[in-house]
């Protein structure tokens, strides 16, 4: 019966923190687009992956184990691709003016 009850308070864990993920995933949309914003947003796709994998550990149903997993390789893939997106939008970003040599800031 403990295992149960250890599955059930671990399944309200995944729940509370993919709701926290969600929310701050709608605040950071409502950014403007920007390196940093597609970076967190990355960050936000990897924890949820990390909590869609903690969950498919605890499953003992074949579907909702392969659904967990399948949630797991989509939030990595939404990181993959936030991740390839900040590093276009650093790229398209005006270098910083040099400064000649010799001369002090």
Known sequence: ?????????????????????????????????????SLQLAGLAEAEACWWESLSEYCRVRVYWRAALAAREHAQLSARTWRRRAARQRAAEPAPPAIPMGVAS
């Open 1 to 37: 019966m403990q295992a149960v009850k250890d599955r059930t308070s671990h399944t309200e864990q995944v729940n509370a923190s993919l709701d926290t993920i969600h929310r701050a995933r709608e605040q950071g949309m409502g950014r403007p687009p920007s390196a940093q914003r």
